[in-house]
């Protein structure tokens, strides 16, 4: 009898498993290659880049209303006579309106509409 030289299984089970593998990573890789733009897309997204965050952390929408009605508030204390009692008037009024925000549960509007007063007021050196 001669032996006959024959393909064992095990070879060919191998490089079918070396393979699978290969096909795995490539696909694991591609996944995380995925994953990775569609974080740095939304990072991106929520960065103060495009315009529709606020500073701190903060990704609610700023209210422009709020923001212009104290920037207006804040010009009409510029517009009063230094130490006089229509200048703390007009200061009081802004910090009546937003308690009066907050309490009507526009917290979010309220830290717009005092920042801008502060700000406004600071550049101009009352505050």
């Known amino acids: 009898m001669t032996r006959t ?3 064992t299984p095990r070879r060919r089970g191998r490089s079918r498993r ?6 795995v990573a490539l696909a694991l890789t591609v996944l995380a290659l995925l994953i990775v733009s569609i974080v740095t897309l ?3 997204l929520m960065s103060g880049t ?8 903060d990704f609610r929408r700023p ?22 009692m229509e200048r703390q008037r007009a200061l009081l009024d802004i910090r009546a309106r937003e308690a009066e925000l907050r309490e009507n549960g526009h917290a979010h509007a309220a830290d717009d509409y005092i920042n801008s007063a ?4 600071k550049t101009h050196k009352i505050l």
Request: aromatic share 4%.
């Open 63 to 84: 209210v422009t209303e709020a923001i212009e009605c104290g920037r207006r508030d804040a010009e009409k204390v510029m517009s009063t006579a230094p130490e006089s």
């Open 118 to 121: 502060t700000d406004y007021l």
């Open 5 to 7: 030289t024959v393909k």
């Open 50 to 57: 495009v315009g529709c965050t606020r500073g701190g952390g």
């Open 18 to 23: 070396k393979l699978r593998k290969g096909r």
């Open 42 to 44: 939304v990072s991106w």
